[in-house]
């Protein structure tokens, strides 16, 4: 059997690629990390086991080391494994460690690719990454909430770079982010999009710039867009200044 690395896309079980699909329904063990997956968890109905390694209420997330062994595991044990990875299993995600822990020990894996949070979310808001004539570039970053994550990034090369700017997760982490990238030669005026609980029913954006953020509290998962794309908010009517639609 094979432990299967599956992009479970950005919360939506509709956006779920087909194999994605068919291997949660013959899964005999389902490991994910949100309790707001269950939904999708849920087509899974013939799984013998499900694990949630994330975080859950008070109860912190397993130890990626963990997580890692409990893979090699199950995958020694013989077990048909489906392992959920939000939104694509590669992009922003732990899914590139668990897929060497697992090559290290000589599990068979295979990957499944996900529609990555880092698209869907200004799609679903209306904002598209990339258009020819504003933004011909995309760079996407992990906003880890740890302020010693970002010494490894070289935020001045991503504001040199310019175009459209996608930070997933850390959501604390906004205004630091902000000010390195101004720091860098981003203007102050910039605009930065914040899409929270993307494809779900609760899904909400609110708009800013990089001197006048958006509300950084809003519902978890977060994606924020920096970049002219930001401003164009094809879902809602332009306004001046900040403000939400649903």
Excluded at 3 to 13: E, I, R, S
Excluded at 64 to 93: C, M, P, T
Excluded at 184 to 199: C, E, F, K, N
Excluded at 208 to 232: D, H, K, Q, W
């Amino acid at each position: 059997m094979t432990v299967h690395l599956v992009g479970a896309g950005p919360g939506d079980p509709g956006l779920l690629t087909c194999r994605a699909v068919e291997l949660l329904k013959s899964a005999e063990v389902v490991v994910y990390d949100r309790p707001s997956m269950a939904d999708i968890v849920a087509i899974a109905d013939s799984a013998e086991i499900v694990h949630c390694v994330g975080k859950a209420g008070s109860r912190p997330a397993w130890p990626q080391a963990d997580v890692n062994q409990l893979l090699v595991e199950l995958g020694r044990a013989g077990r048909n494994v489906v392992r959920l990875k939000a939104g694509d299993a590669f992009v922003v995600s732990r899914g590139g460690e668990e897929a060497v822990a697992l090559a290290a020990a000589g599990v068979p894996f295979d990957v499944v690719p996900g529609i990555s949070a880092a698209i869907a979310a200004p799609a679903l808001a209306g904002i598209p990454v990339m258009v020819r004539q504003v933004a011909t570039t995309l760079t996407i970053v992990a906003g880890n909430d740890d302020p010693e994550y970002h010494q490894h990034i070289d935020w001045d090369a991503v504001a040199r770079v310019g175009g459209t700017v996608v930070v997933l997760t850390g959501r604390s982490a906004l205004r630091d982010i902000a000010a390195k990238l101004m720091a860098g030669g981003l203007p102050p005026d910039t605009p930065v999009a914040a899409i929270s609980a993307a494809s779900r029913p609760h899904q909400r954006t609110e708009l800013g710039t990089l001197a006048s953020l958006p509300n950084p509290r809003m519902r978890p998962p977060v994606t924020f867009v920096i970049g002219e794309v930001a401003a164009l908010d094809l879902l809602a009517a332009p306004a001046e200044g900040s403000h939400a639609h649903s």
